[in-house]
């Protein structure tokens, strides 16, 4: 039988969207996943939205937080749940390709890998596709991830079997970078699946947005995850924002 894969999903007013996101796992090749969502307290349509794909495929599990706790509180729940061999992310919002597990699967496989990720495509809020690649080095040292968080959450996937599930503290920001960074400060490097398997979707009210909260969240990472002092953090912060503004966008291509 095929390894099971756990599928991690916060949500939070995500009705316009997360239809689509459920719809992108089940057209997977791969079909041994099961797809934990839990919601944030929401206040619009989302989660009788996830209930009627629920009632329909046993696969799919919900489960709801009392109060809006935050991202990482929902994302934390949803990997205690989890009884996969394979821990993947998928924010609320994303889509997968079809053959996105199948082929990250195989190519753990095929290199005795323990982590993966992919490059990715970027879609706008309405879902129309901006033409815009993200790759990452191949492969990705410690080091260059140390310095930029070439990860997208979406394309993902580890073995829990090996890392055992990989917990984070409730209230951090950056969560996904300081999964990944764990992750490699043990394997050293890690190789992407080289072509895109995802859709990222950006939107107008993501964190991302906010130039000044990243700032503040990845300065958060430095001085509080790695326990670095608040001088040395901001030298490595301008380290940082130099490679994200000088040397990401090599790996970022325009795509008629």
Excluded at 93 to 112: G, H, R, S, T, V
Excluded at 133 to 158: H, M, Q
């Amino acid at each position: 039988m095929n390894d099971l894969v756990s599928i991690l999903t916060p949500t939070y007013n995500t009705e316009k969207f997360i239809s689509g996101t459920i719809k992108s796992v089940q057209n997977q090749t791969y079909q041994n996943w099961e797809m934990i969502l839990v919601d944030d307290a929401s206040t619009d349509k989302t989660v009788s939205i996830i209930e009627e794909f629920v009632r329909n495929d046993k696969r799919i599990k919900l489960f709801r937080l009392v109060k809006n706790s935050g991202n990482g509180f929902a994302r934390n729940e949803a990997l205690e749940k989890a009884s996969g061999k394979f821990i993947a992310y998928l924010d609320a919002d994303d889509l997968w390709f079809p053959e996105k597990l199948e082929k990250q699967i195989q190519f753990l496989k095929a290199n005795k890998l323990h982590f993966t990720f992919s490059f990715y495509d970027c879609i706008d809020e309405e879902g129309n596709n901006l033409h815009r690649r993200v790759a990452s080095p191949n492969p990705l040292t410690y080091k260059e991830l140390f310095f930029c968080n070439y990860v997208g959450n979406l394309t993902a996937i580890y073995d829990a079997d090996y890392f055992g599930k990989i917990v984070l503290k409730n209230s951090q920001k950056r969560q996904d970078w300081r999964i990944w960074l764990t992750i490699l400060k043990q394997t050293k490097t890690a190789k992407p699946v080289s072509e895109p398997l995802a859709f990222y979707r950006i939107r107008r009210d993501s964190i991302s947005s906010s130039k000044f909260k990243l700032i503040k969240h990845n300065f958060d990472v430095y001085r509080e995850f790695h326990n670095y002092n608040f001088v040395f953090s901001i030298i490595l912060m301008m380290r940082f924002l130099f490679t994200q503004l000088i040397i990401k966008p090599r790996y970022i291509k325009i795509r008629k």
